[in-house]
């Protein structure tokens, strides 16, 4: 069955810090990935999507950046973190239309 | 894309059927309609899905008039622990191979006691 791991689950970053959220998928191959995030008490808003290595789409601009190296490895990526950064960031993968969560990392600038 | 409404929060009590509807005025042709559950500090997990007419699972029932213009997720005699964020999704897995699925708002149902 397919897992999907997501680390850590919690982080506090001084504002300014570097930021590197890390995601994997185990049980499938080429699977769509994304990023989400969602502020407290809100919805959730899609970051990225990757559909294969090395091809990612961004929906909103920001200094946020994502990369993926490998098939089932999918980075979410800071140089700067900015107090708006704040929030609970989500991996998941997709089939069929369907997608699927980590267990998610709560965010804090301070 | 369609995008999604429903309604903002509901009430109701242990028990009861809950009914939520999403309205999806431009569907596409190849776009499924999935239901998710959020509860606080965890990742949504998914309900159901359906294409068109009635969808059952174990957890709640999927219903899509023929116009598939909007849906309606219901969830049988409900508990306090179904007491979570719904979020109804429209998207669709094109002939390329990926699929960029929105998030709208969801809704914030409580069940009470």
């Known amino acids: 069955s397919q897992t999907i791991h997501q680390w850590p689950a919690t982080l506090v970053q001084p504002v300014g810090s570097p930021l590197s959220l890390e995601c994997t998928v185990e049980g499938t191959s080429n699977p769509n990935l994304y990023w989400y995030r969602q502020a407290a008490g809100r919805g959730l808003q899609l970051l990225f999507y990757?559909?294969?290595?090395?091809?990612i789409s961004s929906e909103v601009p920001q200094n946020l950046s994502a990369s993926r190296p490998q098939d089932r490895q999918f980075i979410l990526s800071s140089k700067k973190l900015l107090l708006s950064d704040s929030g609970f960031y989500l991996c998941?993968?997709?089939?069929?239309?369907?997608?699927?969560f980590g267990s998610g990392t709560q965010l804090s600038v301070l | 894309l369609a995008k999604t409404t429903q309604p903002i929060s509901m009430d109701s009590y242990e028990g009861q059927e809950v009914n939520i509807t999403c309205s999806h005025n431009?569907?596409?042709?190849?776009?499924?309609i999935t239901w998710y559950q959020q509860f606080p500090s965890q990742g949504p997990r998914f309900i159901i899905q359906g294409y068109k007419t009635k969808v059952t699972n174990e957890v709640a029932s999927l219903f899509i008039p023929a116009d598939r213009k909007s849906s309606t997720l219901s969830l049988p005699r409900v508990s306090l622990s179904d007491t979570a964020v719904y979020y109804c999704l429209v998207g669709a897995l094109f002939s390329g191979g990926y699929n960029k699925l929105i998030f709208g708002a969801g809704t914030r149902l409580a069940v009470h006691p």
């Open positions: 990757s559909v294969g290595i090395g091809q």
């Open positions: 431009n569907i596409a042709t190849n776009d499924y």
């Open positions: 998941a993968w997709s089939v069929d239309s369907k997608l699927f």
